[in-house]
């Protein structure tokens, strides 16, 4: 499939996704979002694809670069009020499932937050399994002033990153974090220049597209999904994590290549 709102690429075992509208600082359009979830849909079905990172595309005009990562919904289409309330409700189902996909991806999702994240952007970033964050970037939910509400299962992710009190202070006043303020109070993994973070970003992919996929399936799955069960149904869902995984293929791999010293091929199998 050809795309118009993204750009999608490999590089070695990582699938990036750029956002691209910059001139409309990669606000989403349903397009986008059902290109989105193609892309998705691509990168897992690619043996090949062992993670992803999900950036945005930069506008560079007048000889100067302007960032941005998403800036949300695009009000302009909103505006245009072609929407009935049947229309209003198949487009934020359309864009939960495009969040429900980043977050359910079987293979790890970095977000790298190049420039502003808003709204639907910052919401599409907290369902990836890692936030990384230029310096000079920002995030923020600022839909209480703009009389709308939070979506892609935020009322969930912030209290549970943050705390109930932190996460009602970034809804209720639509606070703007920038990488470092986010870093601090837990909401991204860590902050760079902009010029580093694309490097950095696909530096933590490849350390995590050499691991075994089966594993880092299990790995994540169970590990998100943990909040939801008492401890007695946690270690019974592990104990079948861990006994699928040592029927793989790749289990006995990692043994014999740590007997050997030597780097583990895997494959998935």
């Known amino acids: 499939m050809?795309?118009?709102?993204?750009?999608?690429?490999?590089?070695?075992?990582?699938?990036?996704?750029?956002?691209?509208?910059?001139?409309r600082?990669?606000?989403?359009?349903?397009?986008?979002?059902?290109?989105?979830?193609?892309?998705?849909?691509?990168?897992?079905?690619?043996d090949t694809v062992r993670a992803l990172v999900l950036t945005g595309s930069v506008l560079v005009k007048d000889g100067r670069e302007r960032q941005a990562f998403c800036a949300g919904a695009d009000l302009k289409e909103h505006s245009a009020g072609k929407r009935d309330h049947r229309g209003k409700r198949l487009y934020i189902e359309l864009a939960h499932e495009t969040t429900r996909m980043i977050y359910e991806c079987e293979k790890?999702?970095?977000?790298?937050?190049?420039?502003?994240?808003?709204?639907?952007?910052?919401?599409?970033?907290?369902?990836?399994?890692?936030?990384?964050?230029?310096?000079?970037?920002?995030?923020?939910?600022?839909?209480?002033?703009?009389?709308?509400?939070v979506g892609g299962g935020v009322t969930a992710h912030l209290p549970a990153m943050l705390g109930t009190m932190k996460a009602k202070e970034l809804v209720y006043t639509g606070k703007v974090l920038g990488g470092n303020e986010a870093v601090s109070m837990g909401l991204a993994l860590a902050s760079y220049p902009v010029a580093r973070l694309m490097d950095e970003a696909m530096k933590l992919a490849e350390?995590?597209?050499?691991?075994?996929?089966?594993?880092?399936?299990?790995?994540?799955?169970?590990?998100?999904?943990?909040?939801?069960?008492?401890?007695?149904t946690v270690l019974m869902l592990e104990t079948d994590a861990i006994l699928s995984c040592m029927d793989t293929e790749d289990w006995h791999e990692g043994i014999r290549a740590f007997e050997e010293k030597r780097t583990p091929e895997y494959r998935g199998t």
């Open 2 to 23: 050809s795309y118009t709102t993204i750009l999608y690429e490999k590089t070695g075992r990582v699938a990036i996704i750029r956002l691209n509208r910059p001139e």
């Open 108 to 149: 790890p999702v970095i977000a790298a937050v190049n420039g502003a994240a808003r709204g639907a952007g910052a919401e599409m970033a907290l369902n990836c399994d890692f936030v990384l964050m230029a310096d000079t970037a920002s995030i923020a939910f600022p839909e209480t002033g703009l009389g709308t509400f």
């Open 25 to 46: 600082m990669n606000a989403v359009i349903e397009e986008m979002y059902r290109e989105l979830q193609d892309a998705i849909g691509e990168a897992v079905r690619d």
């Open 207 to 232: 350390t995590i597209a050499a691991k075994a996929p089966v594993s880092l399936a299990y790995a994540k799955k169970r590990l998100q999904d943990a909040a939801g069960h008492d401890i007695k």
